[in-house]
């Protein structure tokens, strides 16, 4: 069974700061990740997913993540974050084909000025 | 790029009643469609899972015959609530896959209130 653990459940930070959201998975099959990000009352937008290739995976919005299969983590990182990038982080992961996505629990990343 | 819509963004009904969330892929022909149910602050719990012309697969917990799944189209998709009660409040959002290239695209999300 495929599982996803977001280790923080709050990131707050200051702005122009670098900000890593952590996500760490658990799957027996070949993987493929993503990351999704949520503001209030609305639904999922992408930010960006790993489906093979490098393993360092620019997304929109300025971030990006890298996938490491050793450490089975794939954290998304942005080097200096803004005040609109307040919002809810959910790291996905699928084994492909027509499978579900599991989430992570999410992370709510708090940008301060 | 793929554009889902989720209709209505929000509704109020009267416990007992039943209510119907639509959920359409406006350019591209969804193979499978998600349906998903997120309490306050929550992750998203996965609800069902449908294809289209075939009956949905629910997941464990979740009612079949209180949460109603329709997907009569490769572009719609509907999640009718049945005999609502207050314990249904939620948002509940839909995510539409083109499986061969990995990609789910999500709804808007409908906020249901049962009063």
Known sequence: ?113 | GAVVSQHPSWVICKSGTSVKIECRSLDFQATTMFWYRQFPKQSLMLMATSNEGSKATYEQGVEKDKFLINHASLTLSTLTVTSAHPEDSSFYICSASLAQEFSYTFGSGTRLTVV
Request: some cysteine; hydrophobic content about 35%; overall charge neutral.
């Open chain 1, 1 to 113: 069974a495929q599982s996803v653990t977001q280790l923080d459940s709050q990131v707050p930070v200051f702005e122009e700061a670098p900000v890593e959201l952590r996500c760490n998975y658990s799957s027996s099959v070949s993987v493929y990740l993503f990351w999704y990000v949520q503001y209030p009352n609305q639904g999922l937008q992408l930010l960006l997913k790993y489906l093979s290739g490098s393993t360092l995976v620019k997304g929109i919005n300025g971030f990006e993540a890298e996938f490491n299969k050793s450490q089975t983590s794939f954290h998304l990182r942005k080097p200096s974050v803004h005040i609109s990038d307040t919002a809810e982080y959910f790291c996905a992961v699928t084994s492909g084909g027509y499978n579900k996505l599991i989430f992570g629990a999410g992370t709510r990343l708090a940008v301060h000025p």
